[in-house]
């Protein structure tokens, strides 16, 4: 009786059209340590600054003992700056790292990713790419940073079509709802965070990213 319960539901299943596979990619932080070090520049003296960047793994020691021996402000603010200076690259582009290095927990930003993604169903613009996709759904971004979406189809997928659908996300996460996504400014959550930019596609930073089929 269970064995034919179970085939009914999948008969029912396939004539609702509800073929589902769940995608799966690396979510990236860009952080904006830029302006939060400006912002520290002005808020505290060398001293302060000196221990919240060694609180953070930044070393601006050699500048600081500089200006413990002249106290000259204006010198030890320039050391610092030449210091931070080639980590600075075009805007929020620069620092990108996967979500799981940089501190940042899943949860901050889940809602975040899954709510831009979920405003609007991005597979009615796949129709001439990949015909049987009805519906794309983000449903979750894991503990080490992977971003999970969940995929219907009219029929069940065959290699191609599987093949196609991870090529139309890749470009939607780099070109399409990604790019415009990247570009809002989430804030940090207490003051030792800087604002950061999340980044569902980094091929250029990655050359292991992927996107994956998974469970």
């Keep these: 009786m269970k064995i034919r319960r179970f085939q009914e539901f999948n008969e029912d299943a396939a004539k609702a059209g509800e073929f589902k596979k769940k995608f799966s990619s690396p979510l990236y932080v860009s952080q904006d340590w830029e302006g939060f070090w400006e912002k520290q520049m002005r808020d505290k003296d060398p001293k302060e600054f000196n221990d919240k960047a060694e609180d953070l793994g930044w070393d601006f020691s050699e500048a600081y ?6 106290h000259d402000d204006d010198k030890f603010w320039e050391a610092c700056n030449k210091i931070i200076s080639p980590n600075r690259g075009a805007g929020f582009y620069s620092n990108k790292e996967r979500l799981e290095n940089t501190g940042i927990e899943a949860d901050e930003i889940k809602n975040i990713v899954i709510d831009s993604f979920n405003e609007d169903d991005l597979a009615q613009y796949a129709k001439d790419r990949v015909p049987t996709l009805t519906s794309l759904k983000a449903l979750d971004v894991d503990v080490s940073g992977m971003f999970k ?3 219907t189809f009219s029929e069940e997928p065959n290699e191609e079509v599987i093949k196609k659908t ?5 470009g939607q ?3 399409g709802w990604g ?4 570009q809002q400014e989430q804030k940090g959550n ?3 965070q800087p604002d950061y930019y999340i980044n569902a596609w980094a091929k250029d930073k990655d050359k292991n990213w992927q996107i994956t089929v998974v469970k």
């Design 65 to 70: 003992s500089n200006w413990e021996q002249d």
């Design 149 to 151: 979406v969940e995929a």
């Design 166 to 170: 991870k090529e139309y996300l890749a």
């Design 173 to 175: 996460y780099s070109d």
């Design 179 to 182: 790019e415009g996504f990247e």
């Design 190 to 192: 207490d003051e030792d």
